[in-house]
Protein backbone atom coordinates (compact mmCIF):
# COMPACT_ATOMS: atom_id res chain seq x y z
CA UNK A 1 0.00 0.00 0.00
CA UNK A 2 1.51 3.25 -0.72
CA UNK A 3 1.51 6.23 1.58
CA UNK A 4 -0.89 8.26 -0.64
CA UNK A 5 -3.21 5.27 -0.84
CA UNK A 6 -2.76 4.93 3.41
CA UNK A 7 -3.30 8.40 3.50
CA UNK A 8 -6.59 8.69 1.64
CA UNK A 9 -7.82 5.85 4.35
CA UNK A 10 -6.66 7.42 7.27
CA UNK A 11 -8.94 10.13 6.50
CA UNK A 12 -11.87 7.80 5.52
CA UNK A 13 -11.58 6.49 8.52
CA UNK A 14 -12.07 9.76 10.28
CA UNK A 15 -14.59 10.86 8.63
CA UNK A 16 -16.57 7.41 9.46
CA UNK A 17 -15.20 7.93 13.07
CA UNK A 18 -16.95 11.56 12.75
CA UNK A 19 -20.17 10.91 11.22
CA UNK A 20 -20.93 7.73 13.27
CA UNK A 21 -20.52 10.00 16.50
CA UNK A 22 -22.47 12.61 14.84
CA UNK A 23 -25.15 10.22 13.68
CA UNK A 24 -26.25 9.08 17.32
CA UNK A 25 -29.48 8.38 19.29
CA UNK A 26 -30.19 9.19 22.77
CA UNK A 27 -31.48 6.01 24.36
CA UNK A 28 -32.24 5.92 27.74
CA UNK A 29 -29.84 3.21 29.75
CA UNK A 30 -33.17 2.50 31.77
CA UNK A 31 -35.19 1.35 28.69
CA UNK A 32 -31.92 -0.84 27.64
CA UNK A 33 -32.04 -2.44 30.87
CA UNK A 34 -35.59 -2.27 32.49
CA UNK A 35 -37.76 -2.87 29.36
CA UNK A 36 -38.77 -6.60 29.77
CA UNK A 37 -39.74 -6.05 33.03
CA UNK A 38 -42.25 -2.72 31.75
CA UNK A 39 -43.96 -5.58 29.51
CA UNK A 40 -41.97 -5.19 26.04
CA UNK A 41 -41.06 -7.76 23.78
CA UNK A 42 -37.90 -7.34 21.89
CA UNK A 43 -39.67 -6.94 18.57
CA UNK A 44 -42.01 -3.81 20.55
CA UNK A 45 -38.47 -2.80 21.76
CA UNK A 46 -36.65 -2.45 18.77
CA UNK A 47 -39.93 -0.83 17.11
CA UNK A 48 -39.62 1.94 19.98
CA UNK A 49 -35.77 2.46 19.44
CA UNK A 50 -36.75 3.01 15.99
CA UNK A 51 -39.15 5.41 16.82
CA UNK A 52 -37.19 7.71 18.73
CA UNK A 53 -34.73 7.48 15.95
CA UNK A 54 -36.77 8.82 13.62
CA UNK A 55 -38.67 11.46 15.62
CA UNK A 56 -37.05 15.12 14.03
CA UNK A 57 -35.35 17.62 16.43
CA UNK A 58 -38.12 19.91 17.94
CA UNK A 59 -40.90 17.49 17.56
CA UNK A 60 -42.80 15.01 19.82
CA UNK A 61 -43.95 12.88 17.58
CA UNK A 62 -43.46 10.43 14.66
CA UNK A 63 -45.02 8.70 11.63
CA UNK A 64 -45.87 5.52 10.65
CA UNK A 65 -44.85 6.14 7.19
CA UNK A 66 -41.48 7.59 8.15
CA UNK A 67 -41.14 4.71 10.77
CA UNK A 68 -42.16 1.98 8.17
CA UNK A 69 -39.16 3.81 5.68
CA UNK A 70 -36.58 3.80 8.19
CA UNK A 71 -36.89 0.00 9.62
CA UNK A 72 -37.75 -1.56 6.15
CA UNK A 73 -40.73 -4.05 7.82
CA UNK A 74 -43.70 -5.23 6.31
CA UNK A 75 -46.97 -2.52 7.02
CA UNK A 76 -49.30 -5.26 8.54
CA UNK A 77 -46.51 -6.09 10.73
CA UNK A 78 -45.52 -2.76 11.93
CA UNK A 79 -49.24 -2.33 12.54
CA UNK A 80 -49.96 -5.21 14.70
CA UNK A 81 -46.81 -3.82 16.34
CA UNK A 82 -48.15 -0.27 17.05
CA UNK A 83 -51.58 -1.52 17.88
CA UNK A 84 -49.91 -3.57 20.88
CA UNK A 85 -47.78 -0.37 21.90
CA UNK A 86 -50.60 1.85 21.96
CA UNK A 87 -52.98 -0.74 23.82
CA UNK A 88 -49.91 -1.07 26.99
CA UNK A 89 -49.83 2.42 26.92
CA UNK A 90 -46.66 3.50 25.36
CA UNK A 91 -47.41 5.31 22.72
CA UNK A 92 -51.00 7.24 21.99
CA UNK A 93 -51.78 8.74 18.79
CA UNK A 94 -51.32 12.73 18.13
CA UNK A 95 -54.46 14.66 17.21
CA UNK A 96 -53.37 16.90 15.00
CA UNK A 97 -55.18 17.54 11.55
CA UNK A 98 -51.60 18.66 9.93
CA UNK A 99 -50.39 15.26 10.20
CA UNK A 100 -51.46 11.42 9.13
CA UNK A 101 -51.23 8.84 11.56
CA UNK A 102 -48.60 10.31 14.40
CA UNK A 103 -47.59 9.34 17.27
CA UNK A 104 -46.14 10.36 20.98
CA UNK A 105 -43.88 8.40 22.73
CA UNK A 106 -44.58 10.25 26.34
CA UNK A 107 -46.44 6.92 27.69
CA UNK A 108 -43.10 5.43 27.46
CA UNK A 109 -41.83 8.19 29.30
CA UNK A 110 -44.21 7.98 32.25
CA UNK A 111 -43.48 4.19 32.79
CA UNK A 112 -39.93 4.75 32.43
CA UNK A 113 -40.21 7.30 35.33
CA UNK A 114 -41.97 4.63 37.41
CA UNK A 115 -39.08 2.41 36.90
CA UNK A 116 -36.31 5.15 38.09
CA UNK A 117 -38.66 5.92 41.33
CA UNK A 118 -38.57 1.97 42.25
CA UNK A 119 -35.07 2.38 41.56
CA UNK A 120 -33.90 4.88 43.58
CA UNK A 121 -36.23 3.57 46.50
CA UNK A 122 -35.03 0.03 46.08
CA UNK A 123 -31.16 -0.18 45.22
CA UNK A 124 -30.72 -3.62 43.97
CA UNK A 125 -27.64 -4.26 45.77
CA UNK A 126 -27.20 -4.70 49.23
CA UNK A 127 -24.67 -6.05 52.13
CA UNK A 128 -27.31 -7.75 54.19
CA UNK A 129 -29.38 -10.77 53.76
CA UNK A 130 -32.85 -10.73 52.56
CA UNK A 131 -35.55 -10.86 55.45
CA UNK A 132 -38.75 -12.10 55.92
CA UNK A 133 -40.56 -9.20 54.71
CA UNK A 134 -40.48 -8.64 50.91
CA UNK A 135 -40.95 -5.43 49.06
CA UNK A 136 -43.35 -5.08 46.15
CA UNK A 137 -42.00 -6.08 42.75
CA UNK A 138 -42.19 -3.45 39.83
CA UNK A 139 -45.02 -5.24 38.33
CA UNK A 140 -47.01 -5.15 41.71
CA UNK A 141 -46.16 -1.45 41.80
CA UNK A 142 -47.46 -0.63 37.93
CA UNK A 143 -50.71 -3.03 39.23
CA UNK A 144 -51.27 -0.49 42.10
CA UNK A 145 -50.24 2.70 40.15
CA UNK A 146 -52.98 1.54 37.82
CA UNK A 147 -55.35 1.00 40.54
CA UNK A 148 -55.33 4.73 41.67
CA UNK A 149 -55.11 6.13 38.76
CA UNK A 150 -58.36 4.48 37.75
CA UNK A 151 -59.88 5.55 40.85
CA UNK A 152 -58.37 9.36 40.26
CA UNK A 153 -59.74 8.93 36.75
CA UNK A 154 -56.10 10.73 35.66
CA UNK A 155 -52.76 9.77 35.73
CA UNK A 156 -50.60 9.88 39.10
CA UNK A 157 -48.39 13.14 39.43
CA UNK A 158 -44.95 12.65 40.23
CA UNK A 159 -45.38 13.45 43.99
CA UNK A 160 -48.31 10.55 44.25
CA UNK A 161 -46.21 8.28 42.57
CA UNK A 162 -43.77 9.00 45.19
CA UNK A 163 -46.12 8.50 47.80
CA UNK A 164 -46.88 5.53 46.63
CA UNK A 165 -43.94 4.10 46.07
CA UNK A 166 -42.99 5.08 49.63
CA UNK A 167 -45.57 2.88 51.29
CA UNK A 168 -44.97 0.09 49.05
CA UNK A 169 -41.00 -0.07 49.22
CA UNK A 170 -40.08 2.41 51.70
CA UNK A 171 -42.06 1.29 54.29
CA UNK A 172 -42.47 -2.36 52.71
CA UNK A 173 -46.25 -2.21 52.98
CA UNK A 174 -47.85 -5.44 51.52
CA UNK A 175 -49.92 -4.18 47.83
CA UNK A 176 -52.50 -6.09 49.12
CA UNK A 177 -53.32 -3.78 52.10
CA UNK A 178 -52.29 -0.40 50.22
CA UNK A 179 -55.36 -1.91 47.53
CA UNK A 180 -57.59 -2.19 51.13
CA UNK A 181 -56.82 1.04 52.36
CA UNK A 182 -57.71 2.30 49.01
CA UNK A 183 -60.86 0.67 48.84
CA UNK A 184 -62.03 1.47 52.01
CA UNK A 185 -61.03 5.56 51.27
CA UNK A 186 -63.21 5.05 48.78
CA UNK A 187 -66.35 3.97 50.14
CA UNK A 188 -66.13 6.67 52.20
CA UNK A 189 -66.24 8.92 49.48
CA UNK A 190 -62.65 9.55 49.02
CA UNK A 191 -59.29 8.62 47.20
CA UNK A 192 -56.99 11.32 48.37
CA UNK A 193 -53.41 10.00 49.46
CA UNK A 194 -53.32 12.21 52.73
CA UNK A 195 -56.16 10.09 54.02
CA UNK A 196 -55.21 7.20 53.08
CA UNK A 197 -51.63 7.34 54.82
CA UNK A 198 -53.78 8.09 57.81
CA UNK A 199 -55.59 5.08 57.31
CA UNK A 200 -51.85 3.29 57.14
CA UNK A 201 -50.61 4.55 59.66
CA UNK A 202 -53.42 4.11 61.98
CA UNK A 203 -52.53 0.35 61.19
CA UNK A 204 -48.84 0.33 61.57
CA UNK A 205 -49.53 2.11 65.46
CA UNK A 206 -52.03 -0.94 65.89
CA UNK A 207 -49.46 -3.37 64.32
CA UNK A 208 -51.58 -4.73 61.31
CA UNK A 209 -49.71 -5.60 58.97
CA UNK A 210 -51.62 -8.08 57.46
CA UNK A 211 -55.36 -8.58 56.15
CA UNK A 212 -55.82 -11.22 58.17
CA UNK A 213 -54.98 -9.39 61.05
CA UNK A 214 -57.87 -6.84 59.82
CA UNK A 215 -60.12 -9.78 59.69
CA UNK A 216 -59.50 -10.77 63.52
CA UNK A 217 -59.37 -7.47 64.50
CA UNK A 218 -63.10 -7.04 63.29
CA UNK A 219 -64.11 -9.85 65.11
CA UNK A 220 -62.89 -8.45 68.90
CA UNK A 221 -65.64 -6.07 69.97
CA UNK A 222 -68.24 -9.04 69.29
CA UNK A 223 -66.47 -11.70 71.99
CA UNK A 224 -65.78 -8.79 74.60
CA UNK A 225 -69.16 -7.47 74.23
CA UNK A 226 -69.70 -8.42 77.92
CA UNK A 227 -67.01 -6.50 79.60
CA UNK A 228 -68.32 -2.95 78.99
CA UNK A 229 -65.90 -1.54 81.67
CA UNK A 230 -62.71 -1.88 79.47
CA UNK A 231 -62.53 -0.07 76.64
CA UNK A 232 -62.07 -1.49 73.33
CA UNK A 233 -59.65 -0.10 70.93
CA UNK A 234 -61.11 1.64 67.56
CA UNK A 235 -61.12 -1.04 64.61
CA UNK A 236 -60.79 -0.03 60.91
CA UNK A 237 -63.49 -1.76 59.43
CA UNK A 238 -65.41 -1.35 56.52
CA UNK A 239 -68.07 0.66 58.42
CA UNK A 240 -65.73 2.97 59.91
CA UNK A 241 -66.32 6.58 59.95
CA UNK A 242 -62.98 7.75 58.88
CA UNK A 243 -63.54 11.53 59.09
CA UNK A 244 -64.59 10.61 62.89
CA UNK A 245 -61.65 8.60 63.25
CA UNK A 246 -59.15 10.91 62.17
CA UNK A 247 -60.61 13.85 63.83
CA UNK A 248 -60.91 15.47 59.95
CA UNK A 249 -63.10 18.99 59.23
Not at 140 to 153: A, H, K, M, R, S
Request: with cysteine; net charge positive; glycine share 6%.
Amino acid sequence: MTKTTSGKKLQLEKFFYRSLTQDMVMVPSLLLRHYQEIGLSKEEFITLLSAISVIPKGKEYFTLNELAIFINTEQNKLADIIKSLSEKGFISKVKNQLVIDAYSIEGLYDKLFEVWVYVQACPTKTTKPQTASKKATKKELGQIYTLFEGELGRPLSPTEGEKITFWLVSEGWDPLMVKEALTRAVIHGTSNLVYIDRILERWRKEGIRELSQLSAETAKPAKQGAKKTKKTPKVMCSDTNYENVFNRN
